[in-house]
């Protein structure tokens, strides 16, 4: 099992294949039967590459209500290799693509959120904020490439990431 973050990588090039990625997946998440999927979004730094990221391909997914993630659609995610991962996410599920089951890579990740919550509108806007404001993408890259060196585990780098986009977003938003 992989238990370490992901070398981060910066290649701009690589701007056309994650696009192309996304597409499949808004493709597939839009196409499922019944899906209560009403938005996708391309969110994290593969969608600009204005600064290092982990090679993760991250999409916001908006429902009406996270309720309607039901057991069904569950199954419909895990036919398509996604697996809900539980972490204490607020008001959020969190499901991730792995590059197998063995090493537990993570190559895809669905942030599902209510579209009508706070989160899902900083979300939008922190992405927004991070791919034109340069002061405030080489702040989040400074802090970001510090967590990532320091921290011992994937869970630990990922809890801590979230606390400085909450605390970025805060102080850019309001």
């Known amino acids: 099992m992989y238990t370490k973050t992901q070398p981060l990588i910066s290649d701009a090039n690589l701007l056309v294949v994650y696009h192309n990625l996304f597409k499949d997946y808004e ?16 969110i994290g730094g593969t969608a600009h590459f204005n600064y290092a990221t982990e090679p993760i391909l991250d999409i916001l997914v908006g429902v009406n209500n996270l309720h309607d993630i039901t057991a069904l659609d569950e199954k419909r995610l895990n036919y398509a290799g996604f697996y809900r991962i539980h972490h204490h996410y607020k008001k959020k599920v969190m499901m991730v693509k792995f590059n197998n089951l063995i090493e537990l890579k993570q190559q895809v ?23 034109r404001s340069t002061s405030l ?24 990431k979230e606390k400085l986009f909450t605390k970025l977003s805060r102080q850019y938003l309001d």
């Open 109 to 131: 990740r669905l942030h599902i959120l209510q579209i009508e919550s706070k989160a899902y509108s900083e979300y939008l806007q922190m992405q927004d904020a991070l791919e």
């Open 27 to 42: 493709d597939l998440l839009f196409g499922l039967l019944n899906t209560p999927v009403k938005s996708v979004h391309h």
């Open 137 to 160: 993408g080489s702040l989040f890259k400074e802090e970001k490439e510090l967590l990532h060196a320091s921290a011992e585990s994937i869970r630990e780098y990922e809890v801590q």
